[in-house]
């Protein structure tokens, strides 16, 4: 009997709920809110204060259990819960709530100060830990309290920096205290201060590393909050500040030649900038009218309008740029780093500045003058120089992964030199180089690049040669990307000699797909009378079961006029073609062909 009541003790003790689950289930209690259309004044007096009677008793009943929570983790816990009603329709319901949960900040903060004063340094650790995890759990808050939350934990801002600049604290809780300051939201100007004598000084391995990741969640906290639904033109320029601060301290940990880890921290960091600069993209209205027509006052009035947000985007980035190109060495030796994870990542980043430098380039280009009467647009800010001379300064790198990095890497620096385009023109002989490698990646990267980067006057020797050799290679998406190559290049004698008469023959091969067909068709169009060598695979293919082949092959063939007499015959049959398409372009090509 005693030990049956024993038993019966304890399941009673483990089934009872703890103070923090007795907290949630008062929260989620609701309080009627009666309705006051039908009812007298007496009658909406005295609801009023029965509803008063339930939230003054809500208030009691929340304080209590609030009381009871005694750890600095069940405190946590209970700040983190997303059913205080901060932002609830009646406002004395949400008053409530904020000054219960008011007491229970004020506790943490209290009992996190005084593990501060009074703990071990395991204790410590700890209580840092759980400040920096309910900072970045706050990440995904919401009803109202990512703001209450923020505002907690920047009040102990503070205390963290003490922690991190008390040389006497062991580096376990100094590394801590580092990371805890990457999950907080501290004043931008002291993030330099703060985390700067890590990377630039002599220090423990530990310590450099949580600089280094700080710094990266510094950068991550800041983008999800200006990328959240109640964004504000402050959050966007805070975090541009941030990125400021931390983009040079991650390229000098990208130095660091004693700890890898330091190393994999600062370009993960460096990952997480490169992806939030996609904030900063303008939304171009882009519908612009015609060359030479007259332009609506609608029409100059969204050409103002563009124009003004691209040159706000580049004002915003014109300092980050001179940061990077300051800086940016350490990124061009991290490339043939021994970790396979910072090589990747820096190649990463390096095609990240690529696309952005690529993006402003293409949004001028794209613009129509502002102004008719004067050319170019004007051009205010120095962002795309600054940027294009911090990436031109690393191109001898990526010669060097070129000849001796794996194929993955080979590829990701073939990227890089595609959005670098003429600026990069200097490594043709590299990238033809590429158009002849084992791996299929490597040549479809590189058949992308050499079209991008090339004179189309002067290509690099060899350049097309090792196009027209790739239009019949395994790999279908490389014989495309061969051919959109050699659509870059004018019809001069290397084109005529080498690739029209590989267009012709693939154009004639009744057993090629013809989506790789027609996008051989539309290099021929390009060529224009320079790809008449190409007429004997053209009326080949007229013969084509495929409709869409044997319609673009009739079309080519009218485009190249009495050149094509030769054709007539073909023509005249595909006039009685079974396709009403083929037909029509059978009759229109013969009226060409025939002048």
């Not at 990542?345 to 500045?353: I, M, R, S, Y």
């Not at 952005?356 to 280009?365: G, P």
């Not at 054709?567 to 229109?588: F, G, N, T």
Request: aromatic content about 4%; some cysteine.
């Amino acid at each position: 009997a005693g030990l049956g009541c024993l038993i019966g003790d304890a399941q009673a003790e483990l089934g009872k709920k703890s103070p923090l689950d007795e907290l949630q289930d008062a929260l989620r209690e609701v309080i009627p809110y009666p309705s006051p259309f039908g009812a007298t004044e007496a009658e909406k007096k005295k609801r009023a204060k029965e509803r008063d009677d339930l939230l003054n008793y809500r208030k009691t009943k929340l304080q209590k259990y609030a009381d009871q929570l005694q750890s600095l983790g069940a405190l946590r816990r209970a700040l983190l819960l997303s059913d205080w009603k901060l932002d609830a329709t009646e406002p004395k319901e949400a008053e409530v709530d904020k000054a219960v949960l008011d007491s229970i900040a004020k506790r943490f903060k209290e009992e996190f100060r005084k593990v501060m004063a009074e703990g071990g340094p395991a204790q410590k650790a700890a209580a840092l830990n759980l400040l920096g995890d309910l900072s970045q759990t706050n990440q995904s808050a919401n009803k109202g309290k990512t703001g209450y939350l923020e505002d907690l934990v920047g009040g102990l801002v503070d205390d963290v920096i003490k922690v991190i600049q008390d040389s006497s604290a062991p580096d376990p809780v100094r590394a801590q205290a580092i990371l805890a300051f990457g999950n907080l939201y501290p004043d931008v100007k002291k993030i330099d201060s703060t985390l700067a004598p890590f990377v630039q000084g002599p220090c423990a391995p530990a310590l450099l590393e949580a600089a280094l990741k700080a710094a990266g969640n510094l950068i991550e906290n800041a983008t999800t909050k200006a990328q959240g639904r109640n964004a504000r033109i402050k959050d966007r320029q805070n975090l541009l500040a941030i990125n400021e601060s931390a983009l040079p301290l991650l390229l000098k940990g990208l130095k660091s030649t004693d700890s890898l880890k330091a190393r994999q921290a600062a370009i993960e960091g460096l990952g997480l900038l490169t992806d939030s600069l996609s904030i900063y993209r303008p939304l171009l209205g882009g519908k612009y009218p015609p060359v030479g027509r007259p332009r609506s006052e609608d029409e100059q009035k969204e050409i103002q309008r563009d124009y003004d947000a691209i040159v706000q985007e580049e004002k915003s980035l014109e300092k980050l740029t001179e940061i990077l190109q300051l800086h940016i060495a350490p990124l061009g030796t991290a490339i043939h780093d021994h970790d396979a994870k910072v090589r990747t990542g820096a190649l990463d980043v390096l095609e990240d500045f690529a696309v952005l430098l690529d993006r402003l380039n293409q949004q001028r280009e794209n613009l129509p003058l502002v102004d008719p009467k004067k050319a170019p647009n004007p051009e205010p800010h120095a962002t795309r120089k600054k940027l294009g001379g911090a990436l031109h300064s690393v191109l001898p790198s990526l010669t060097g992964v070129l000849s001796q990095g794996c194929g993955p890497d080979r590829v990701k620096a073939l990227q890089v030199i595609f959005f670098l385009g003429r600026s990069a023109e200097h490594l043709a002989s590299a990238v033809v180089k590429a158009l002849h490698d084992p791996i299929q990646f490597v040549r479809w990267a590189a058949a992308r690049a050499i079209g991008r980067i090339s004179s189309p006057q002067k290509p690099a020797p060899g350049a097309i040669e090792g196009l027209a050799r790739l239009l019949t290679d395994v790999d279908v998406d490389v014989r495309g990307a061969a051919a959109r190559a050699l659509t870059c290049f004018d019809p001069i004698p290397a084109v005529t000699q080498h690739a029209v008469p590989v267009l012709s023959k693939v154009i004639a091969d009744a057993n090629r797909d013809a989506e790789i067909k027609l996008e051989f068709m539309l290099t021929l169009e390009k060529y224009g009378v320079a790809g008449k060598g190409a007429i004997p695979g053209l009326i080949q293919a007229l013969q084509d079961e495929r409709d869409e082949v044997r319609a673009g092959a009739t079309e080519l063939l009218g485009n190249l006029g009495p050149l094509a007499a030769e054709a007539i015959p073909a023509l005249k049959a595909a006039q009685h073609d079974k396709v009403e398409a083929v037909r029509l372009a059978a009759d229109d090509a013969l009226l060409s062909v025939s002048r």
